[in-house]
């Protein structure tokens, strides 16, 4: 079964600042690659999706994810984070018709 | 188009209670999941619906879940004998076509909270 994982449990960032968010991912097939965001008492928000084509996916809130097939990675960038930013991001793969989910990353933005 | 919805939004229960949930997805769309999310995890999958159809049910359901979807509209989540192990966030999905690149529009959840 396809995995992912992220390689940061907590990111603290300062306003404006960039911040990058990494994802590893196991398989042996093609794969179906997202980023959800939850916010507090919230459910889970698309980003981004990576399907086929283009290695560079850009998403809402001016996040974008490149994907690499070499190194199995799907890192989710963004060149200027927002207080509203902070929030939990999630890295996913699709398994057929099921996503497996990565354990989260934690953003928290500080002024 | 009005998104997903889960009720109730939060949900305490005594141990041993049983408890239902229900997820309307949203409109004309195939195919409907659930899943759960416990704190300082990622979702993870419990079952999903094609239409009125159950196709898969994960090892996590144990025999005290069952899930619905009848006339393939909105789904309910029953617990049976709840246990403290199921406390944690449940939520709903769906997605409109039947592939596996489609996207997953996910409720607001139900927090479980067993005492």
């Known amino acids: 079964a396809q995995s992912v994982t992220q390689l940061d449990s907590q990111v603290p960032v300062f306003e404006e600042a960039p911040v990058e968010l990494r994802c590893n991912y196991s398989s042996s097939v093609s794969v179906y690659l997202f980023w959800y965001v939850q916010y507090p008492n919230q459910g889970l928000q698309l980003l981004l999706k990576?399907?086929?084509?283009?290695?560079l996916v850009k998403g809402i809130n001016g996040f974008e994810a490149e994907f690499n097939k070499s190194q199995t990675s799907f890192h989710l960038r963004k060149p200027s984070v927002h207080i509203s930013d902070t929030a939990e991001y999630f890295c996913?793969?699709?398994?057929?018709?099921?996503?497996?989910f990565g354990a989260g990353t934690t953003v928290t933005v500080r002024a | 188009d009005t998104g997903v919805s889960q009720d109730p939004r939060h949900k305490i229960t005594k141990r041993g209670q049983n408890v239902t949930f229900r997820c309307d997805p949203i409109s004309e769309h195939n195919r409907l999941y659930w899943y759960r999310q416990t704190l300082g995890q990622g979702p993870e999958f419990l079952t999903y619906f094609q239409n009125e159809a159950q196709l898969e049910k994960s090892r996590l359901l144990s025999d005290r879940f069952s899930a619905e979807r009848p006339k393939g509209s909105f789904s309910t989540l029953e617990i049976q004998r709840t246990e403290q192990g199921d406390s944690a966030m449940y939520l709903c999905?769906?997605?409109?076509?039947?592939?596996?690149?489609?996207?997953?529009?996910f409720g607001p959840g139900t927090r479980l909270t067993v005492l």
């Open positions: 996913a793969v699709n398994n057929d018709y099921k996503l497996s």
């Open positions: 999905a769906s997605s409109e076509g039947l592939a596996g690149s489609d996207t997953q529009y």
């Open positions: 990576y399907l086929s084509g283009s290695t």
